[in-house]
């Protein structure tokens, strides 16, 4: 997991200081992400369009991404959620911007865009981190149990427990810090 | 953005991800690929602009130092680049002709000419030259456009000589297109022989007898 983290921190800095295949790199890592969100706010066509977008514009503020705020995955879903929420606002101004039906059922608003591009986010994080962490935020989190409880039903230290999930936050907290320094153009 | 040290998250930071964590559906977890064809796009694009920079920069960079292309380079095309010449003519076709509308009329009166003959294989295959009168100084105008560089540690010279090819008279080394201004103390009527050689750089300024190309003015 450590020599992960290390490659992500090389590819990071060839990115930041401008090499074209790190760019081809990033692209591979976090493409699925990033039109993965986009796709699930707008049509097919528009959402590669915004896509590329967005890694045109990380590209072209890469000097700005400090590796030490945030991942480069958070720093690429913040852009995009500025990319897509200025794409829906701007067609809901004009009112002669086609509308489909599916739009229109989702209601998608600025907010509801902002928080599904942070959960798809953290949901790629999660699958991201070592197996026991996971699974413990997971039923921290989703099932609610206490720590003890888990340490009970699983039989792992009630400290390996505590310990698994505080570094299972941290790296989740990572993504959102960049997420939240991403620049908006 | 505030930093909070991971090891002690704030309150806010902790409620904002348990609710993140709590709100996860199915469909945030669902995956599509792109389209095949993004990415090409993508570098496509990164690559276009980073030739558009390096061209900004050659610009920017002032007419008087030489841009220096590697031939990787220049079989890209670079239309920033090419924007950027095209700015500077305009500058200058503008600056012409406000020159031209201020400036007396040139009188500019062709007074010889001569086709150079090439001697050796070596410098330009064919060369023009001109006697021109232009307000009242006389020039020398050398069409020599395809002339390759000197070999290493040599140059080409221009030279006027007489008639009786016994005074080499220098005007100064040459590599291509020239136009110099003939000394009055040179009468053209007798030193008629237009000569180009090749001079080592050996610190003689005497005429090498290595001629590559000559011609007589008429």
């Given at each position: 997991?450590?020599?992960?983290?290390?490659?992500?921190?090389?590819?990071?800095?060839?990115?930041?200081?401008?090499?074209?295949?790190?760019?081809?790199?990033?692209?591979?890592?976090?493409?699925?992400?990033?039109?993965?969100f986009c796709r699930r706010a707008l049509d097919d066509h528009r959402a590669a369009d915004a896509t590329q977008d967005v890694f045109l514009a990380a590209w072209r503020s890469r000097e700005r991404y400090r590796p030490d705020l945030g991942s480069l995955a958070g720093w690429l879903m913040g852009i995009a959620r500025f990319k897509v929420v200025d794409i829906h606002r701007t067609e809901q101004r004009n009112p002669l911007a086609p509308v489909t039906a599916q739009d229109a059922e989702r209601g998608v608003v600025a907010e509801d865009l902002d928080l599904m591009a942070q959960r798809m986010l953290i949901a790629d994080a999660l699958m991201d981190l070592p197996e026991r962490s996971r699974e413990m935020v997971r039923l921290a989190y989703f099932d609610d149990q206490t720590h003890t409880q888990i340490a009970e039903r699983s039989g792992v230290p009630l400290g390996t427990v505590k310990s698994d999930i505080r570094r299972g936050l941290q790296r989740l907290r990572r993504h959102l810090e960049a997420f939240d320094d991403a620049p908006r153009s | 953005m505030t930093h909070h040290d991971p090891e002690h998250p704030s309150p806010e930071s902790d409620r904002r991800l348990s609710e993140l964590l709590g709100g996860l559906t199915d469909a945030d977890f669902e995956r599509v690929d792109p389209p095949a064809d993004l990415l090409p796009r993508i570098t496509a694009h990164a690559a276009a602009e980073r030739d558009a920079a390096s061209g900004a920069d050659a610009a920017a960079s002032g007419s008087s130092a030489p841009v220096v292309i590697s031939m990787d380079e220049r079989r890209r095309p670079r239309p920033f680049l090419f924007a950027a010449a095209a700015a500077v003519l305009l500058v200058v076709a503008a600056v012409g002709a406000i020159l031209a509308t201020r400036a007396p009329a040139r009188t500019e009166r062709q007074l010889a000419r001569a086709e150079l003959e090439q001697l050796e294989p070596l410098g330009s295959t064919r060369a023009t030259a001109r006697l021109v009168e232009e307000n009242g100084t006389t020039h020398l105008?050398?069409?020599?456009?395809?002339?390759?560089?000197?070999?290493?540690?040599?140059?080409?010279?221009?030279?006027?000589?007489?008639?009786?090819?016994?005074?080499?008279?220098?005007?100064?080394?040459?590599?291509?297109?020239?136009?110099?201004?003939?000394?009055?103390?040179?009468?053209?009527?007798?030193?008629?022989?237009?000569?180009?050689?090749?001079?080592?750089?050996?610190?003689?300024?005497?005429?090498?007898?290595?001629?590559?190309?000559?011609?007589?003015?008429?």
């Open positions: 997991m450590d020599s992960n983290h290390d490659a992500d921190a090389v590819l990071a800095e060839r990115f930041r200081s401008g090499d074209e295949r790190a760019l081809e790199e990033v692209y591979r890592e976090h493409s699925r992400l990033v039109y993965s | 105008r050398i069409d020599a456009s395809d002339m390759a560089p000197a070999p290493a540690g040599s140059k080409y010279e221009l030279w006027l000589i007489d008639r009786g090819v016994t005074d080499p008279r220098s005007l100064g080394t040459i590599t291509g297109t020239e136009d110099v201004v003939v000394p009055s103390s040179i009468d053209p009527d007798e030193y008629a022989i237009v000569d180009i050689s090749l001079e080592p750089d050996d610190g003689d300024h005497a005429h090498s007898g290595h001629s590559l190309m000559r011609g007589t003015l008429a």
